[in-house]
């Protein structure tokens, strides 16, 4: 079985140690999320495992052979920024791509055409990239990364520049091929969606890993502290849990709010206050922490406000 091992790698530029002695694995049938603010590591260990770059110590490997050429064919990357021509027709580009990874001219014209349809982008094929949007551009990229049929697959905030409908499309996609038993890696600092999709998490920040493990035991690690309540009428008793201390906010709406619990406060006494001051309380439910919760939690409030305001960002 096709298997991605990352074996305490190292990789420093001059002073900077930008990964430092990090392990972790990926397995297929699953999606692993590498998550970490702007900084902690994260393009630098993919480009060790794509083999843009050669670790400093340590290895990696796939299939239980270190990575080098031969396993570029066997993966695709997307990565963060387009990699396009920008003056090349669509699937003029996709099948010169395609080309690259050892793909017949005629193998990688099928192909085009088969993710160009699945994507309702056929009618974009004869363009060129700089005629494209962004979102469409994203489209395109991705097509690029899977056109070679690899075992492997790393993407590196998929989703920016996509709007609803296509982020859910892309997403169904990468379920397709997590069922189909391929090995996908996802590096993202939205929290939010790296909970939606990923089985396993690895958590970096400055050059470590700080937290890993399957998302279900990550998260039933740190207790059930958060409760999601919904209720008509006034909201008001939130604000005064805040300024008591005994909650912190973590999402709000008019009528549902998700709290997290300040340590010593006991859920009963949200909960009595809630159903003192609305005038009806219809879900009340503890819950283990959102992953963002998670990440304050590890790193602490300062860098976790960071890497929300670079999700708000990249989302922008
Ligand atoms: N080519 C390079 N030369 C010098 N320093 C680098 C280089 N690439 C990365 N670094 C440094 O290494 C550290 C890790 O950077 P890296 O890009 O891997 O982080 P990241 O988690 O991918 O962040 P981002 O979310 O911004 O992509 C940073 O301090 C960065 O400045």
Request: charged fraction near 30%; include cysteine; proline fraction near 3%.
């Amino acid at each position: 079985m096709a298997h991605l091992e990352v074996s305490r790698v190292t990789k420093r530029y001059g002073n900077t140690v930008a990964v430092d002695d990090v392990s972790f694995s990926a397995e297929p049938g699953r999606i692993l999320g590498l998550l970490g603010p702007n900084g902690a590591g994260k393009t630098s260990t993919i480009r060790m495992i794509t083999y843009i770059a050669v670790p400093d110590a340590g290895a990696v490997r796939y299939d239980g052979r270190t990575v080098g050429p031969w396993s570029q064919q066997r993966m695709g990357y997307l990565p963060e920024e387009s990699g396009l021509y920008k003056r090349l027709g669509v699937k003029e580009q996709l099948v010169y791509l395609g080309t690259l990874k050892g793909l017949s001219r005629a193998t990688a014209a099928d192909r085009a055409d088969y993710w160009l349809d699945r994507f309702d982008a056929t009618d974009w094929a004869d363009m060129t990239t700089e005629e494209l949007s962004k979102g469409m551009q994203q489209k395109i990229q991705f097509i690029a990364t899977l056109l070679h049929d690899p075992s492997l697959l790393i993407f590196d905030e998929p989703f920016s520049g996509l709007d609803p409908i296509n982020a859910d499309l892309l997403r169904d996609i990468i379920l397709e091929l997590r069922r189909d038993d391929r090995t996908i890696l996802f590096a993202s600092h939205r929290m939010e969606q790296v909970e939606q999709l990923c089985d396993d998490i690895c958590l970096m920040a400055e050059g470590d890993v700080v937290l890993q493990g399957p998302l279900r035991d990550v998260k039933a690690q740190f207790g059930q502290n958060t409760l999601v309540l919904e209720f008509d009428g006034d909201d008001a008793f939130i604000d005064e849990l805040v300024t008591a201390g005994q909650v912190r906010v973590n999402t709000r709406s008019a009528h549902r709010a998700e709290l997290t619990l300040a340590d010593g406060t006991d859920a009963r006494q949200v909960l009595n206050r809630a159903l003192d001051r609305t005038d009806e309380l219809y879900r009340y439910e503890r819950v283990a922490p959102p992953l963002n919760e998670i990440f304050v939690e590890v790193v602490g409030e300062a860098e976790a406000q960071r890497m929300r305001e670079e999700a708000a960002a990249g989302a922008a």
